[in-house]
């Protein structure tokens, strides 16, 4: 079982609006509503922005969406910021035994 | 504050072992699920291993299984990974992670230690 398929790179200017998607298959996002948004700056570990596909951690301000449809699930950021260029990756519960969890491939936002 | 506290990694010798230990302060790891993830430049994040409870319940990705072994001490409130057999292709970023109450997500990072495996 691959890696969840996620852009290399996308970017926009402040304000603008970007949206990021993570392709799976019916084995992992399009049968479980366990996905989650993890954002990493270089050096750092990864923290959690959405899970449960569309629900936020305390702290993580209401610009950061998510959402899913059938085996795709997106992330949208909204009103982007300086603050949010990083690393994003997403988080599907695979189902199986020796695919606990898969991860995507990454996307790097840039914020020009 | 909840902390996980990670040491061990280096370098080490293909066909060579390694010992992870990942020390949680704030949270009790009995109760809670923690995952090995590691991180490489070319392929992101990948899980490795899953500890469940007290440890009874263990998961690892075919990648790693039967050279690599996940473990806890509650009484130190730690996990541990032991790698054997080591080979270039685990030279990766590891980090341990704290899995949710619910289950659903990862709350907790450790800060992540480097294993390089190189002659």
């Known amino acids: 079982q691959s890696a969840l398929t996620q852009p290399r790179s996308v970017s926009g200017s402040p304000g603008q609006s970007v949206t990021i998607s993570c392709t799976g298959t019916s084995s992992d996002i399009g049968t479980y509503n366990y996905v989650s948004w993890y954002k990493q700056h270089p050096g750092g570990a990864p923290k959690v922005i959405i899970y449960?596909?569309?629900k936020r951690p305390s702290g993580v301000p209401d610009r950061f969406s998510g959402s899913k449809s059938g085996n795709t699930a997106s992330l949208t950021i909204s009103g982007l910021q300086p603050e949010d260029e990083a690393d994003y990756y997403c988080?599907?519960?695979?189902?199986?035994?020796?695919?606990?969890?898969?991860f995507g491939s990454g996307t790097k936002v840039t914020v020009l | 504050e909840v902390q996980l506290l990670q040491s061990g990694g280096g370098l080490v010798q293909p066909g060579g072992s390694l010992t992870l230990s990942c020390a949680g302060s704030g949270v009790t790891f009995s109760t809670s699920a923690v995952s090995w993830v590691r991180q490489t430049p070319g392929k992101g994040l990948e899980w490795v291993s899953n500890l469940r409870g007290s440890g009874a319940v263990t998961y690892y990705a075919d990648s790693v299984k039967g050279r690599f072994t996940i473990s806890g001490d509650t009484s130190k409130n730690t996990v541990y990974l032991q790698m054997h057999s080591l080979r270039g292709e685990d030279t990766a970023i590891y980090y341990c992670?704290?899995?949710?109450?619910?289950?659903?997500?990862?709350?907790?990072w450790g800060q992540g230690t480097q294993v390089t495996v190189s002659s």
């Open positions: 449960d596909v569309t």
């Open positions: 992670a704290r899995r949710s109450p619910s289950g659903s997500f990862y709350d907790y």
């Open positions: 988080c599907s519960y695979g189902g199986s035994y020796s695919l606990l969890y898969v």
